[in-house]
Structures are given as structure tokens and as C-alpha cells.
């Protein structure tokens, strides 16, 4: 029995989450008339390991079900790439000689094992049929400020609701149905999974102590070895446990569901694990369920909202919203857009959507947010739901130091620092080179060789680079020099070892460059008239190798490191070819020469790197580059440029470093016109989730700039649409955290906090202040 203490302090915790969802309900709240009719309509949940999209139909409700280590096995007869030192300086040869061609052709043969793609696959589906008749008042939601779902309708007059929370304190989905009807629910469970080319991959059954139990293996079957069909690849062993508890009414077994009848309230437990995370998961789903033993969903809530709050509130946006849309289901709010409407609330939600998606799917000890972050309905998936290291990866991440989520990296840098360990090898055994190589593709298990079947779409050698900003760029938010020590450099040595070996000269003018090199699937066409890949140091690669050494230099300086070496990295950096290259029209040139582009319009704008996400070009360094920069955007777009959400939302990221308010404001609003979906997922199409972070990130770089070493840009592009707001929460390199209040598009109130003796320029516009804050010292600005 709960004390009156207990029940009051209950009492006062859930009206002020009411008055809360009262208040600001419009910006964390989506919310539907009806079910969803297909899984880009469902809602998603998650807690870093495990996730549900939630569909709420009446009468077949599907809760499908996701687990982060649902691979295929790490298997160990696939046989690597024999490609080696000569294959490369044969590669070269042929570059030097103009032939693209072959040497595209020979880069995919030596160096990419063009047959091995493995999926993440999906865990299955929790399917409850229920007997609901004459449905009224529908509708369902998902409460971004809490982390639960919830579906309601009236079932012949009475209410039935469905509440869902997964759990990350509790390891658990959690689902509660209730209903007002004297006669209670009557429905069935069973889960299920789809098959594997046709083979059975798990099998559900009911034990004797009431449980429904999936057992099973993530297999692959599809491909082929050695021009032979694939033999069945073993995996991760997983194990789901399902159990309910009931007031009134019962619940039967049969012997592969459970059968409820005339239950007024039940509460489903799910629990999952796998060999990957366990050896023993089946004892490890009993702990979990053991742990939560009768526990009512209220109970269960608490823990999980606190927890989850913890990094959800530490930011809030409020814009103002002169046409309030709220009071329209989510999906119409979309179409209203479509049809012209502007919807600052539904910017705001969309927002607040980016930095929920990364606290359901990258939390400490689960493995970093895939292309699909982890929610996933297929046993193959589209672009196998990998982790692609030529922006996607990466645009996952960009939002986290940024808007408050600095911890949940930490399984991205669990991840690289596996994928550096296992290049080594590759570098060495491949490329003749030591430190370490990581391509632009691989899965849970970190592969290093290049998996492509052309030179375009996958022979790149920038991805294991542009990793590495993150390190650097956290080091940067954080201060934190023993991160610096321990985490970035031994993984930043290792991969500028390996572009120290890799760089040759340039015949032609005697710099160093990067070959073979390409423009991540992109391709042009060379003086012979042929569509090819690779060329002698395309302008990605020249970027991210000088940004590599940049940073090598600074973090050694910092941690007083001076050796042979370092001054080896000086030197070459000097001999770099430079990465930005203006063409004749002005353009920043793609690839080492000037080329005709079979795709003018292409999605990547990978020769934009060092401008974004690097930090090397801005109005005030480099004002011909930085034009330039604007220039080539404006050629891509008249050429159909940003036909994916992830590249729309980079092109956000892209006009808010240029100071452009309104162009980048127009991308949001195209963004969600093409590219959002009814369930808000960004959609490639089709489902693809850096575009949901890439737009998170984006909405931030408008509203505060800290890239620049010691400047900080406050309201650098605000467009005319965000008359009024607030912005809280928002952090900035150097341990700044930042309040930002504005009214009729002017700056009214700012607020800083840092966590370290600073100094730094702060621009407003035309005004310019420089500010010396002591830790914990408060700094407050107004007009």
C-alpha cells in the first residue's frame, strides 16, 4: 500500500507533466486521427538497444519490434580484397596516363569485395488482435516530452486506451491496455517474425509459467560467395520474453500465443537480448523481467520519464506561431505546408523530433544510430541499414554536442575506435601503408576492405577522416583534455599515419595528393568522354586529409608531443595540394582538373567539406572561397541538387554557414514538403534518419555559430519567420552553454554560462564584443 506521501508526491508529478503537455504541447506532441497504414505512418520508440513502431490499429494492432545487434554473423570464410602495393602503383600509373577508366576498374577488383553486404534485420512484430467493433473518437500520439504513445478510441461506446514506454532504466518495452467496457478486452498475442529467403528464422512457444517466448538467429541467405550461392551465414542468437500481468479477467496459453478474455487492464512486458550483448541472454531476459517483477505502467513510468528527461530538457526552442496548427493532426499540418502554409510550431516539433530519435537510439553501452537509427522492419534493408562513413554516419551525430547530447556520442566513438583497431590491417595488408584505413561502408562487426561493385559508389578514402572531426569537434565542445589523451589521439595517430603514407607527389606540379581519390558517388567525365570515378586528388579528400593533419598538430601542441613524426605531418601539410580550387566560373572544383559533370545536380556535396562540416572557410578568412562556396550550392540546385532529405537537410547546415537566413529557412520548408514524412521520418525516400539529425543540427547552426576559433555568432540566420522566440540550452565550443530570448527578428536578452575561464569574440550582426568569462561566471547581454 503507497504511503499519503508517496501518492501526494505521485499526485503533483503527474499534474505538472499535465500542465506542461498543457502548455507546450504543440512542440512535443504528434498526434493522429487515425492509424497508421503503413510502417512510415508508425511511431517510433526506443531506448538505445530496442525500439517499437507503433501502428494503434483497433482491431490488428502491430507493435514492431527492433533491436540494435540484429546482424548476420562476422563470418570468417568471406574472403578479403588480395589487392597490394603494386595493384596501387599500377592504379596510379594508369591515372598518370589518363586512363580513369581502368584504373576504376582495377580499384574495384584489387580493393573491394564487391559480394559481401550484410544487413541489420528486423526483430519481428508483437501482432494483438483484438475484437474491437464501431469505432469512434480515434487517436493516437507520441509525447516527445515524456517518451510514451499512446492510442485511444471508443470501442460500442466505452473507452479502451493502449499507453507504450521503452524503457531504458528498466530495459523494457512496456505496453498497458485498459478499457471502460464491463465485459474488458478480449484479445490475442503473438509474435512473429519474417522469414529469410524463405527459411524460418525464429519460433515463438508459451512456457508453463505463463511467458511467450521468441527464440531465434539472424541468418543471411541472399548473394553470393565465390560466384556460388551463399551458404547460410549464422548470426546473433536472440531471444524475446513476453509476459502479462491482468486485473480481472484471465489470461490463457495455447501453444504460441496468449489469449486474453475480459480483462479490464493488462500489462505487456517485453524484454530482449541477444549473444551479441550476452552469452547467456535467455538468463539475462529472466533478470530483466524479474527485475520488473508486477510493476504497474505508472511505476514503470516514473524512472523511465526521469531518465529520459535528463537530456531531453536541457534544451528547449520556442518560435512564435502566428498560425497555430496544433489543433490539426500531424499529417495535416505536413499537407497544410505543402499547400503554402508556414508552420513554425511543426519546425519547432521537428526539431524537438531530431534530439528525441537520438535519445531512442544512441544511448551508453548500445552501438551508435545505423542509417535507420534502430528502427527497422526489414531482414534486408535498404542500403542494409549499415553505417555508410561518407556523410551519413556523421550527419547522425551532428546535432548531439551541439543541442545538449554530448553523451550519447560515446557509442559512435566505441564504434570507430573497433573500426581503426581492424583497419590496420587493411591499410598494411592492402595498401602498404601503416596506421589505419576505414572505407566509406561497413556493419556491426567494423569490416574495413571496400564493399562496392564500382569505383563511385564506394572507393573512397576520405570516410576514416571526416570520422575523426567528431573526436576533435567533442574535444572542442568539452575541453576535456584527458578525452583528448586517451580518445582522440591514439585514433587521430592512426589514421594520419596512414594519409602520411598514402599521399604521393603530384607529377604535374610537385604538391601531395591523394590517388587514387574520388568524390563520394559522384562521378565525371574525362577527356576520353567516359563516366569515371577516380582522378588525382579530388577536392574531399585534399580537405579532409588537411583538416587530418590540422588537427594531429593541434591536439600533439596541446599534449606536448614533438617527435620525428610530428614534424613530418608539418612539413607535408605545407606540400598539400589545397582542397579548394576555384574553376573558371568561379566554382569550387569538384575533382584535381576541371570536368563536365554527368550529374550537375548530384545529392553529395562532398567539395564543400572543409567549408561544411569543417571550419576552414568563413566570410572573414576567406571571402572569395566563402562566395565561392554560395556559387557552387546555387549551380547544384539550378541543376536539381538536394533530391534526398539527408542532402536538403545538409544544405540547411550549408545556408546557415553562409549567413543566408532565408535560403536556409526555404530548405526547411522543401525539406518537409519532399522529404518528411507522415510519422515525421525523413525519407530518402525511402526511410533514412541523418535527415531527421541533419535538420536538428541545422535549425542550431542558425540560431548560434561556434566553429570559428574563440568567435561565437549569435542569431546568424534568423530568418524573417522566426519573428519571436527563445532558444534554451543551446551549447557552444569551449564549455559555453547559451540562452538566446529575440523579438521582431532582434536580438533581446542573451545569457552565458561557461564551464571554463574563456575569451572570445561575440558578433550580433554588425556588432562585435569581446568577452572574458571566468568558470561559472554568468554573462548576460540585452537590448
Request: glycine share 8%; aromatic share 12%; proline share 4%.
Amino acid at each position: 500500500m503507497n504511503s499519503p506521501l508517496k501518492t501526494n508526491f505521485k499526485l503533483i508529478y503527474l499534474l505538472t507533466l499535465l500542465f506542461s503537455s498543457f502548455c507546450n504541447g504543440q512542440e512535443h506532441l504528434l498526434w493522429y486521427d487515425q492509424p497508421a497504414s503503413n510502417w512510415n505512418e508508425a511511431l517510433p520508440q526506443g531506448n538505445g538497444k530496442i525500439g517499437v513502431m507503433v501502428f494503434g490499429n483497433t482491431t490488428n494492432e502491430r507493435i514492431q519490434l527492433n533491436d540494435d545487434s540484429m546482424w548476420p554473423g562476422n563470418d570468417p570464410d568471406w574472403i578479403e580484397p588480395d589487392g597490394n602495393k603494386e595493384d596501387l602503383k599500377h592504379i596510379r600509373e594508369l591515372l598518370f596516363k589518363g586512363n580513369n577508366e581502368a584504373a576504376d576498374s582495377l580499384f574495384v577488383a584489387k580493393f573491394s569485395n564487391k559480394t559481401i553486404v550484410r544487413s541489420h534485420q528486423t526483430l519481428g512484430d508483437l501482432f494483438i488482435d483484438f475484437k474491437h467493433d464501431n469505432i469512434i473518437d480515434y487517436r493516437r500520439e507520441l509525447n516527445l516530452e515524456n517518451a510514451t504513445s499512446q492510442v485511444s478510441f471508443k470501442s460500442n461506446g466505452y473507452v479502451f486506451t493502449e499507453n507504450i514506454l521503452v524503457s531504458h532504466p528498466h530495459k523494457a518495452i512496456v505496453i498497458e491496455l485498459k478499457t471502460e467496457n464491463p465485459k474488458g478486452i478480449t484479445a490475442k498475442l503473438k509474435l512473429s517474425r519474417p522469414k529469410d529467403a524463405g527459411f524460418e528464422t525464429a519460433k515463438s512457444f508459451t512456457t508453463k509459467d505463463g511467458l511467450l517466448l521468441m527464440q531465434g538467429e539472424v541468418t543471411q541467405r541472399e548473394g553470393k560467395f565465390n560466384s556460388q550461392p551463399n551458404p547460410i551465414t549464422h548470426g546473433v542468437k536472440f531471444e524475446t520474453a513476453l509476459k502479462v500481468i491482468n486485473e480481472s479477467g484471465s489470461v490463457l496459453a495455447t501453444s504460441d500465443y496468449l489469449e486474453l478474455k475480459n480483462v479490464k487492464k493488462a500489462t505487456i512486458y517485453i524484454v530482449n537480448n541477444t549473444s551479441y550483448y550476452f552469452d547467456d541472454y535467455k538468463k539475462q531476459n529472466q533478470k530483466n523481467l524479474k527485475a520488473i517483477g508486477s510493476k504497474s505502467f505508472d511505476d514503470l513510468k516514473e524512472p523511465h520519464i526521469k531518465d529520459y528527461q535528463e537530456f531531453y530538457s536541457r534544451v528547449k526552442l520556442q518560435l512564435n506561431n502566428d498560425n497555430d496548427y496544433s489543433n490539426i493532426p500531424t499529417d495535416q499540418r505536413i499537407e497544410a505546408i505543402k499547400n503554402g502554409a508556414i508552420d513554425t510550431g511543426l519546425e519547432t516539433l521537428l526539431f524537438n523530433y531530431g534530439r528525441y530519435l537520438l535519445i531512442s537510439s544512441s544511448r551508453e553501452g548500445s552501438n551508435p544510430a545505423n542509417l535507420q537509427g534502430l528502427w527497422n522492419q526489414h531482414i534486408k534493408a535498404p542500403w542494409n541499414a549499415d553505417y555508410h562513413a561518407n556523410i551519413n554516419l556523421q550527419m547522425n551525430y551532428w546535432l548531439a554536442d551541439m543541442t545538449g547530447l554530448g553523451e550519447l556520442i560515446n557509442p559512435f566513438f566505441d564504434y570507430v575506435d573497433m573500426l581503426v583497431e581492424n583497419g590496420k590491417t587493411t591499410a598494411s595488408k592492402n595498401f602498404g601503408c601503416s596506421g589505419s584505413f576505414i572505407p566509406h561502408a561497413t556493419d556491426l562487426w567494423g569490416p574495413t576492405w571496400l564493399r562496392a561493385p564500382t569505383a563511385f559508389w564506394g572507393c573512397s578514402m576520405g570516410a576514416g577522416g571526416w570520422l575523426m572531426q567528431h573526436y576533435w569537434q567533442h574535444y572542442r565542445f568539452t575541453k576535456d583534455k584527458n578525452f583528448l589523451k586517451k580518445r582522440v589521439y591514439p585514433v587521430l595517430n592512426e589514421i594520419t599515419k596512414f594519409y602520411s603514407d598514402w599521399l604521393i607527389e603530384d607529377p604535374r606540379d610537385g604538391s601531395l595528393i591523394s590517388a587514387p581519390s574520388t568524390s563520394p558517388e559522384n562521378r565525371f567525365i574525362n577527356q576520353k568522354g567516359n563516366k569515371v570515378a577516380t582522378c588525382l586528388g579530388s577536392a574531399m579528400d585534399q580537405q579532409v586529409i588537411h583538416e587530418v593533419f590540422e588537427n594531429y598538430l593541434k591536439t600533439c601542441a596541446i599534449l606536448n608531443i614533438q617527435n620525428d613524426f610530428v614534424e613530418k605531418i608539418k612539413q607535408q601539410k605545407i606540400q598539400l595540394r589545397p582542397g579548394f580550387v576555384l574553376g573558371d566560373d568561379g566554382r569550387i572544383l569538384e575533382w584535381d582538373r576541371p570536368y563536365e559533370e554527368p550529374e550537375p545536380g548530384h545529392r553529395h556535396m562532398s567539395h564543400l567539406y572543409g567549408f561544411h562540416p569543417g571550419n576552414s572557410v568563413t566570410k572573414e578568412s576567406y571571402p572569395e572561397l566563402f562566395d565561392a562556396v554560395k556559387k557552387t550550392l546555387d549551380y547544384r540546385l539550378a541543376h536539381g541538387g538536394a533530391g534526398t532529405g539527408w542532402s536538403r537537410a545538409w544544405l540547411i547546415n550549408c545556408s546557415a554557414r553562409l549567413l543566408d537566413s532565408e535560403m536556409a529557412h526555404e530548405h526547411i520548408q522543401l525539406l518537409i514538403k519532399k522529404s518528411i514524412g507522415k510519422n515525421l521520418f525523413d525519407l530518402h525516400p525511402p526511410f533514412q534518419i541523418d535527415g531527421n539529425f541533419g535538420y536538428t543540427a541545422g535549425v542550431a547552426e542558425m540560431l548560434l555559430q561556434s566553429h570559428e576559433d574563440n568567435v561565437i555568432r549569435i542569431l546568424p540566420a534568423l530568418p524573417k519567420a522566426w519573428k519571436d522566440g527563445s532558444v534554451k540550452g543551446l551549447k557552444g565550443r569551449g564549455g559555453l552553454t547559451f540562452d538566446i530570448v529575440w523579438r521582431n527578428n532582434q536580438l533581446e536578452k542573451l545569457t552565458i554560462t561557461s564551464e571554463f575561464d574563456h575569451q572570445f569574440k561575440l558578433i550580433y550582426g554588425d556588432t562585435f564584443k569581446e568577452i572574458k568569462l571566468k568558470k561559472g561566471e554568468l554573462y548576460t547581454f540585452e537590448l
